[in-house]
């Protein structure tokens, strides 16, 4: 992954993708819902990760989660265990 990767993802999400700063040290920042949102990228492990406000998180997830909002569309079907052992018992119906 390369400095033209991560601006073109975080263009995507940028509230305009003409205000999206990368810089060579890998700092980022955006605008995003009309606030600024700044963060580091390195790699641990192997693996990209984003840090901010001293938070780890992984790239991939921090794209879904922190800049899509994917979490917003989650829906747990119980939050209960008895809900969870009832869903469980349920058992798939085909059309006829």
Do not use: H
Request: with cysteine; charged share 30%; proline share 6%.
């Amino acid at each position: 992954m390369d400095l033209k990767d991560v601006f073109d993802d975080l263009s995507a999400f940028a509230d305009d993708p003409n205000e999206v700063l990368v810089e060579k040290d890998w700092t980022a920042i955006l605008l995003r819902g009309g606030k600024e949102i700044s963060f580091v990228f390195r790699e641990e492990n192997g693996q990209m990760v984003v840090v901010q406000d001293q938070i780890i998180t992984p790239y991939r997830k921090f794209l879904g989660y922190n800049l899509a909002g994917l979490s917003k569309f989650l829906i747990s079907p119980c939050p209960t265990l008895r809900g969870w052992k009832r869903l469980r018992g349920l058992k798939p119906t085909t059309p006829r």
